[in-house]
């Protein structure tokens, strides 16, 4: 068993951010501003998009998007149950109704032939998610929004630097929403953003993202700005600093690298879990780059003595942290009570929920840390092996 504690995920932060960050201190400039417009050029370089707007969390850039879609009371957006909460939560600060669609078994994500049934006159806009990084089928979903003018505003949180049929996510859709949260495959601390191609709805939500006002700070405080402004919308307070956006600017830098390493440590745990029947591991489908964000594996509980809570504690107790990605919005107590979902709504995501665990992925863990892992998974699934 390991000695220390190999925590569930861990951000990888070097000498050139802390560097970074203190330029930035240093400069008197600390909220949005060059260094934010540079993050915002780079990350639409980075996936090929004609904008990017740099937010402080994808859940702020999810709710923007919807917001500058003219999203509203009345309004429906279809989104995969088996996603973080904000996904759902967005779609109800607006008034509008989450209506949820069951995912794929092989990879989680949305399920395009279970969205025929859902869309209804009132749908305004469809929400895949990119579960674990692996891309959506984006070409039925894609065909199911045009045949029926409805918007498509991906849910990219796990997703930069993952591509669908060779084009990099942040350019399949209208709108690709990331998230740069301490723990997802490149880190702000907190902090997102969207890419979009179309000029206006760009700047119709940069106007958005910060309380409405015809001008931002940099335009109102520098030497060459000046301090009239207009609210013409009643926005949100959204914005990414430029403290913030000094440790995008490294990251992304290193996303590439990162993703190398991702690939490397879920491919080693691919070969060790694929002939065990105990488990389940996730495919990849051709047409896809994964960006690997997660590693989730299904237990096979017929073949187990003990429940996914238990192996999850056994898991601690061999000092390794893992988690459940995710608890099924519909599951949560507020959406069951306030829509009346009951148990077999969404049976596959159901199902892959009472079996799911998420095992350490991250470019800072070392090989060896790897091989303790997949070394744990085997002691306690052959330890409680049924039969
Ligand atoms: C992390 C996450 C979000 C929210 O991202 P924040 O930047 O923390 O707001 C949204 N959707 C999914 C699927 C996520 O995992």
Not at 33 to 40: H, I, K, N, S, V
Not at 186 to 193: F, L, P, R
Not at 270 to 282: H, I, K
């Amino acid at each position: 068993m390991r000695k220390e504690f190999l925590p569930y995920a861990l951000p990888l932060l070097g000498e050139e951010e802390k560097q970074e960050v203190l330029k930035v201190l240093d400069s008197g400039w600390i909220t949005t501003g060059p260094r934010t417009f540079e993050f915002e050029k780079r990350i639409a370089a980075y996936v090929g998009a004609s904008h990017a707007i740099a937010l402080s969390s994808c859940t702020a850039a999810l709710h923007v998007s919807l917001a500058a879609l003219g999203i509203g009371e009345g309004d429906e957006v279809i989104t995969s149950t088996l996603t973080f909460c904000s996904t759902a939560n967005v779609i109800l600060h607006l008034r509008a109704k989450p209506v949820f669609v069951d995912v794929e078994r092989e990879t989680l994500t949305m399920d395009p032939s279970q969205l025929e049934g859902k869309v209804t006159r009132r749908t305004k806009a469809i929400v895949p998610v990119h579960y674990a990084g692996h891309p959506c089928r984006m070409d039925e979903i894609g065909a199911i929004a045009r045949a029926n003018g409805i918007h498509v505003v991906e849910d990219a949180a796990h997703a930069i630097g993952a591509a669908y049929r060779g084009k990099k996510i942040g350019t399949v859709s209208e709108l690709s929403c990331f998230s740069f949260y301490a723990i997802k495959n490149m880190t702000t601390a907190e902090g997102g953003a969207v890419t979009l191609e179309d000029e206006d709805l760009a700047k119709k939500i940069r106007l958005y993202s910060l309380h409405g006002m015809s001008k931002d700070a940099w335009k109102r405080y520098t030497s060459t700005g000046s301090w009239y402004y207009e609210v013409l919308y009643p926005g949100f307070k959204y914005n990414l600093t430029d403290i913030q956006s000094a440790l995008g600017l490294c990251q992304l830098e290193k996303l590439d690298t990162f993703m190398a390493r991702r690939h490397e440590l879920a491919s080693l745990y691919d070969q060790a879990f694929s002939g065990m029947d105990e488990l389940s591991t996730l495919s990849a489908r051709s047409e896809v780059t994964h960006a690997r964000h997660l590693y989730p594996v299904l237990l096979n509980l017929e073949r187990l003595g003990i429940d996914r809570a238990r192996f999850i504690e056994e898991m601690r107790a061999e000092n390794i942290g893992t988690t459940v990605n995710f608890v099924p919005v519909h599951m949560h107590p507020y959406y069951r009570d306030t829509f009346g979902y009951k148990s077999g709504d969404f049976p596959v995501a159901e199902d892959a929920y009472t079996r799911l665990m998420s095992l350490p992925l991250y470019p800072r863990m070392t090989v060896r840390d790897a091989q303790d892992v997949i070394e744990a998974v085997k002691r306690i699934a052959s330890y409680y092996r049924k039969g």
